[in-house]
């Protein structure tokens, strides 16, 4: 700072000058330094808010990609559950399929079953028929119901005395 000090003659106008001169000066500079501190107050708001739209659009856009990865994995479960009940729906139908096929086998079998029964009747019904029919016929020209004889004749042989 400067100091002013009268010089004799002039009287004290031209301390008054430089004094007004400096405070002028002061008061430019505090102008200078109210403006650069304003200035620096907004830059700091508009950090600030700067800041906070891009944290906001960086949460927004962390929100999207999770939204679209949790649609993909929504589309992706549906369409392993969907995988899971086609290959469900083939599983019963080729159960199905087998069943009926067993069932058509039981039932062939059963028929089959149902035929051998009935032809072993058929036979033991034709073999008891004949059986009676040939106890009253005759074997061979010769009645069953009377014993068989032999034909075969027994000579007696008498032992020859030897003469003589």
Sequence with gaps: MLVSVPIGGCGGSASKQKTSGSSAAQIERDEEQQVQQAEAQE??????????????????????????????????????EQAADKRAKERERAAEAKLKAAEAHARKLEAEAGEAI?????????????????????V?????SQPEQSTTTTTQTQPTQAQG
């Excluded at 034709?126 to 106890?135: D, I, L, P, V």
């Excluded at 061979?140 to 069953?144: F, I, N, R, S, Y």
């Design 118 to 138: 009935a032809k072993r009747k058929r036979d033991a019904a034709g073999k008891g028929e004949h059986t009676r029919s040939t106890s009253t016929s005759q």
């Design 43 to 80: 830059l700091a708001k508009d950090r600030e808010l700067l800041d906070s739209i891009e944290e906001k659009s960086q949460e927004e856009a962390a929100e999207g990609r999770a939204e679209k990865i949790e649609a993909a994995a929504r589309a992706k479960a549906r369409k392993r």
């Design 140 to 144: 061979e020209g010769k009645p069953l």
